[in-house]
């Protein structure tokens, strides 16, 4: 159980046009869905923490307006990077948590986002 | 400030034992997660501990000081399929997971 999708799996974009990227708690109602990136040989980077129907919570240095994150109902939350660069090619993963009480998070396989 | 301290890489021959230390520094602590995530992939999990001691799966097991803000990660009877990076994070305050670098571990033949 407690299985995440993310869909595209890979991606490239134009420098300047936007991608949105999906992530999907398959078989259970995530309460709590987190979005990161990694660059490569680097830890994971946490960009926000979306609850379902409030306002995500950013992390210090990431910016609102680039990264657009919606987290429409229990199972579902898209990240839109607006106006994508070069510099905004890395590895974008996404997680969610199934309650208050169990802090496991379950990955989604990542994307691979090339803006070329 | 929150920090986390593992080697950055290790390297085991397959059918040995190796041990991944974590050393960590959180603002408050919920418990300690710790993450296997092969090269192009997502995360995956492998333990938790959350009170002091040895908590044994297979061929994995960790362990946890709370008082020594410090676990580690062992690994038996290696496998090349065990070549991967291994994320300690441990859960602050907030509930949040703080997450390092992570071990790249090599495997040889």
């Known amino acids: 159980g407690a299985v995440v999708s993310q869909h595209p799996s890979r991606v490239i974009c134009k420098s300047g046009t936007s991608v949105k990227i999906e992530c999907r708690s398959l078989?259970?109602?995530?309460?709590?869905m987190f979005w990161y990136r990694q660059f490569p040989k680097k830890s994971l980077m946490l960009m926000a923490t979306?609850?379902?129907?409030?306002?995500?919570?950013?992390e210090q240095g990431v910016e609102k307006d680039k990264f657009l994150i919606n987290h429409a109902s229990l199972t579902l939350s898209t990240l839109t990077v607006t106006s994508a660069h070069p510099e905004d090619s890395s590895f974008y993963i996404c997680?969610?948590?199934?309650?208050?009480?169990?802090?496991?998070?379950?990955f989604g396989p990542g994307t691979r986002l090339t803006v070329t | 400030g929150q920090n986390i301290d593992q080697p950055t890489e290790m390297t085991a021959t397959e059918g040995a034992i190796v041990q991944i230390n974590c050393t960590y520094q959180?603002?408050?602590?919920?418990?300690l997660f710790w993450y296997q995530q092969h090269a192009g992939e997502a995360p995956t999990f492998l333990s938790y501990?959350?009170l002091d001691g040895l908590e044994e799966k297979g061929r994995f097991s960790s362990f946890l000081s709370r008082s020594k803000g410090y676990s580690y990660l062992l690994l038996k009877e290696l496998q090349m399929k065990d070549s991967a990076s291994y994320l300690c994070?441990?859960?602050?305050?907030?509930?949040?997971?703080?997450w390092g670098a992570g071990t790249k571990l090599i495997i040889k033949p």
């Open positions: 501990n959350v």
């Open positions: 078989d259970f109602q995530a309460t709590t």
């Open positions: 979306s609850n379902e129907g409030s306002k995500a919570t950013y």
């Open positions: 959180t603002s408050g602590f919920n418990g």
């Open positions: 994070a441990p859960i602050d305050s907030n509930y949040q997971l703080i």
């Open positions: 997680s969610a948590r199934l309650g208050t009480s169990d802090y496991e998070q379950y």
